[in-house]
């Protein structure tokens, strides 16, 4: 409840911060005395508000349904090759298309969800292991394999004009995100958390060995690979636009896990909120602090890193060797 | 007499990928209200009948029969509300309280996509009383030691309400006070019409509490039967391959290792 109305305080207020007029702080009133900040207000920051919030938001489920699927609590949504995919795409189009943002994004997603099929086609051949280990392993091998394509774009990219954009995307950021943007990922993004929201409970079964979800009754492979493939979609859309942003989906599901309970049934409305709040407030910062925009994910990185190093040295991860 | 409520005939069962079958021909009968111990060495195929009984795996050849019906037959959710599994160790990768880890016990009893209700929660409390922990609800399970883990397991299978308890090597990593504590409750929850089978391949933790035993070496059933006609020198020597001894002390059957006869010459 706190934290929902947090939420709705935070998406208020990052309305009016900003540097314009004056630096940080716009009062509401020149709502209705300026035409310019009006325009501001409504198509820029408000669209970029919520595709912050929805960011974090499923950057931080997803990070907490992987987690749970693959019983580790080191798994972040980009692995399984989703986020050097995506960032694979993003480069190739910047190299040969040019740097449009709508084709951008659309040669990310192509490739984030490529790198998720890839990882899922391996994962089937290995003939070794069970069905986490394997997906780990094709996980990172597929994301290697991705980032060497991206090396290597980056070294054959111009670096006067096309590697500033592609370094810039890699750091992440959502400084180019308009109305169209936003509503170009609502159709997947929306009904992926919603989906994975009702599955919450269903999610703490499927966290436990395959034998013991079995017993329990359900279909532990094939209710897994739904999940996962609605947890992926919704990063996939997300990173689409806003390029890497890192740490959301691995540290705030720690944070939601020991704040609220392990049982997902609380863990994941939680995360969603958190996560939004979190990507929010850092994105406020990303655009306020300097009269340059600070790529997001350097921000979320290094706040999210200071943060994981707090939680493992004064506390247990909520987790166990 | 009564019915069987589980009957295996000539269950025959391959993992995909092996040479010999892990199961051949085996055949017994399961009657309600029984303790019923899965007697045998290390990879006799005790786990694997266990997960054909729980409908995890399918055999290739003969049948297992629910009620008279083939598990096929019966709806997961069905044999999932029937057959109650505490497998043998369960690792456990977030800090899920006591309550909240007996309380998913409760997810055959739930709708798809439902989340849990005051009566599923009453179920839990149940089970943590019957097993005395009503004290640890609060405590993360990854806190438990190994006794009460075994016990929150055991609460989990009995907050799913099934007929039949599977468990396997429920009493192979506890200590003897512990075992004792799991191998009562097994045999209080048979004399309240609870179906219970496990597996094991300790004799003592079979002589203490089954009234019928099966004994299996290499896939196949060598006996099956009432404790008292089974449970001899003899039928556990061909189980285990070495020559063994059983005494009877106070009525109940103990092992002994024979060490005379074919102690190897150094």
Same mark, same amino acid.
């Given at each position: 409840?706190?934290?929902?109305?947090?939420?709705?305080?935070?998406?208020?207020?990052?309305?009016?911060?900003?540097?314009?007029?004056?630096?940080?702080?716009?009062?509401?009133?020149?709502?209705?005395?300026?035409?310019?900040?009006?325009?501001?207000?409504?198509?820029?920051?408000?669209?970029?508000?919520?595709?912050?919030?929805?960011?974090?938001?499923?950057?931080?489920?997803?990070?907490?349904?992987?987690?749970?699927?693959?019983?580790?609590?080191?798994?972040?949504?980009?692995?399984?090759?989703?986020?050097?995919?995506?960032?694979?795409?993003?480069?190739?189009?910047?190299?040969?298309?040019?740097?449009? =943002?709508?084709?951008?994004? $659309?040669? @990310? +997603?192509? !490739?984030?969800?490529?790198?998720? &099929?890839?990882?899922?086609? /391996? %994962?089937?051949?290995?003939?070794?292991?069970?069905?986490?280990?394997?997906?780990?392993?094709?996980?990172?091998?597929?994301?290697?394999?991705?980032?060497?394509?991206?090396?290597?774009?980056?070294?054959?990219?111009?670096?006067?004009?096309?590697?500033?954009?592609?370094?810039?995307?890699?750091?992440?950021?959502?400084?180019?995100?308009?109305?169209?943007?936003?509503?170009?990922?609502? =159709?997947?993004?929306?009904? $992926?958390? @919603? +989906?994975? !929201?009702?599955?919450?409970?269903? &999610?703490?079964?499927?966290? /436990? %060995?395959?034998?013991?979800?079995?017993?329990?009754?359900?279909?532990?492979?094939?209710?897994?690979?739904?999940?996962?493939?609605?947890?992926?979609?919704?990063?996939?859309?997300?990173?689409?636009?806003?390029?890497?942003?890192?740490?959301?989906?691995?540290?705030?599901?720690?944070?939601?896990?020991?704040?609220?309970?392990?049982?997902?049934?609380?863990?994941?409305?939680?995360?969603?909120?958190?996560?939004?709040?979190?990507?929010?407030?850092?994105?406020?910062?990303?655009?306020? &602090?300097?009269?340059?925009?600070?790529?997001?994910?350097?921000?979320?990185?290094?706040?999210?890193?200071?943060?994981?190093?707090?939680?493992?040295?004064?506390?247990?991860?909520?987790?166990?060797? | 007499?009564?019915?069987?409520?589980?009957?295996?005939?000539?269950?025959?069962?391959?993992?995909?990928?092996?040479?010999?079958?892990?199961?051949?021909?085996?055949?017994?009968?399961?009657?309600?209200?029984?303790?019923?111990?899965?007697?045998?060495?290390?990879?006799?195929?005790?786990?694997?009948?266990?997960?054909?009984?729980?409908?995890?795996?399918?055999?290739?050849?003969?049948?297992?029969?629910?009620?008279?019906?083939?598990?096929?037959?019966?709806?997961?959710?069905?044999?999932?509300?029937?057959?109650?599994?505490?497998?043998?160790?369960?690792?456990?990768?977030?800090?899920?309280?006591?309550?909240?880890?007996?309380?998913?016990?409760?997810?055959?009893?739930?709708?798809?996509?439902?989340?849990?209700?005051?009566?599923?929660?009453?179920?839990?409390?149940?089970?943590?009383?019957?097993?005395?922990?009503?004290?640890?609800?609060?405590?993360?399970?990854?806190?438990?030691?190994?006794?009460?883990?075994?016990?929150?397991?055991?609460?989990?299978?009995?907050?799913?309400?099934?007929?039949?308890?599977?468990?396997?090597?429920?009493?192979?990593?506890?200590?003897?006070?512990?075992?004792?504590?799991?191998?009562?409750?097994?045999?209080?929850?048979?004399?309240?019409?609870?179906?219970?089978?496990?597996?094991?391949?300790?004799?003592?933790?079979?002589?203490?509490?089954?009234?019928?035993?099966?004994?299996?070496?290499?896939?196949?059933?060598?006996?099956?039967?009432?404790?008292?006609?089974?449970?001899?020198?003899?039928?556990?020597?061909?189980?285990?391959?070495?020559?063994?001894?059983?005494?009877?002390?106070?009525?109940?059957?103990?092992?002994?290792?024979?060490?005379?006869?074919?102690?190897?010459?150094?």
């Amino acid at each position: 409840m706190l934290l929902i109305l947090a939420v709705l305080l935070g998406l208020g207020a990052s309305l009016f911060i900003g540097r314009y007029p004056a630096p940080f702080w716009m009062p509401p009133s020149s709502l209705r005395t300026d035409a310019l900040a009006h325009q501001l207000v409504f198509n820029l920051r408000l669209p970029r508000i919520l595709a912050a919030f929805l960011l974090g938001a499923s950057l931080a489920a997803s990070g907490l349904v992987m987690q749970m699927l693959f019983r580790n609590p080191l798994v972040e949504p980009g692995f399984l090759g989703v986020s050097q995919g995506a960032a694979f795409g993003a480069a190739l189009c910047i190299l040969f298309i040019g740097v449009s =943002p709508l084709w951008i994004q $659309a040669s @990310a +997603a192509f !490739f984030a969800l490529l790198g998720l &099929l890839f990882s899922y086609t /391996l %994962a089937e051949h290995l003939r070794y292991g069970g069905w986490v280990l394997r997906m780990v392993l094709a996980g990172i091998a597929v994301s290697a394999l991705f980032a060497s394509g991206v090396g290597l774009l980056e070294y054959l990219a111009d670096p006067l004009t096309q590697l500033p954009e592609i370094t810039f995307w890699l750091l992440g950021g959502l400084w180019g995100t308009r109305w169209q943007n936003l509503l170009s990922i609502l =159709p997947v993004v929306l009904p $992926a958390l @919603a +989906a994975l !929201f009702l599955a919450r409970w269903r &999610l703490n079964v499927l966290s /436990l %060995a395959d034998e013991t979800a079995f017993s329990l009754g359900t279909a532990p492979a094939r209710e897994r690979t739904l999940l996962l493939v609605l947890s992926v979609a919704a990063t996939a859309s997300v990173i689409s636009i806003a390029g890497m942003v890192g740490w959301v989906g691995l540290i705030v599901p720690h944070v939601s896990r020991r704040l609220f309970s392990a049982n997902t049934q609380h863990a994941l409305p939680a995360a969603m909120l958190l996560g939004g709040l979190f990507t929010l407030l850092c994105d406020d910062l990303a655009r306020t &602090l300097m009269a340059g925009e600070i790529p997001l994910g350097i921000i979320t990185s290094l706040i999210g890193a200071l943060i994981f190093a707090i939680l493992m040295t004064t506390q247990r991860l909520g987790m166990s060797r | 007499m009564n019915a069987a409520l589980l009957s295996l005939q000539e269950v025959c069962f391959r993992y995909p990928d092996a040479r010999t079958p892990a199961l051949e021909g085996v055949t017994f009968d399961v009657r309600p209200g029984t303790v019923n111990a899965i007697l045998g060495a290390n990879g006799a195929g005790k786990s694997t009948l266990l997960h054909l009984m729980l409908g995890r795996y399918t055999p290739q050849r003969g049948q297992i029969l629910l009620q008279d019906r083939p598990l096929r037959a019966h709806s997961r959710r069905t044999l999932s509300r029937t057959l109650g599994l505490v497998p043998q160790r369960e690792h456990v990768p977030f800090d899920y309280r006591v309550l909240e880890y007996v309380l998913l016990g409760r997810t055959p009893h739930l709708g798809f996509l439902a989340t849990p209700k005051r009566a599923d929660l009453h179920a839990a409390w149940d089970a943590l009383r019957q097993l005395g922990l009503e004290s640890l609800w609060d405590r993360p399970v990854t806190t438990l030691s190994g006794g009460e883990h075994q016990l929150a397991l055991v609460a989990r299978a009995l907050a799913q309400s099934p007929q039949i308890l599977l468990l396997d090597e429920p009493t192979s990593h506890l200590d003897l006070a512990n075992k004792k504590r799991v191998l009562e409750i097994m045999r209080a929850l048979a004399d309240r019409q609870m179906t219970v089978i496990y597996t094991t391949h300790d004799p003592e933790s079979a002589s203490a509490i089954a009234d019928n035993v099966i004994l299996m070496r290499e896939g196949r059933v060598l006996r099956h039967g009432p404790l008292g006609e089974i449970f001899n020198a003899e039928n556990l020597s061909e189980t285990y391959g070495t020559l063994l001894d059983v005494a009877q002390i106070d009525g109940q059957k103990v092992i002994l290792l024979n060490l005379k006869h074919d102690a190897p010459q150094i």
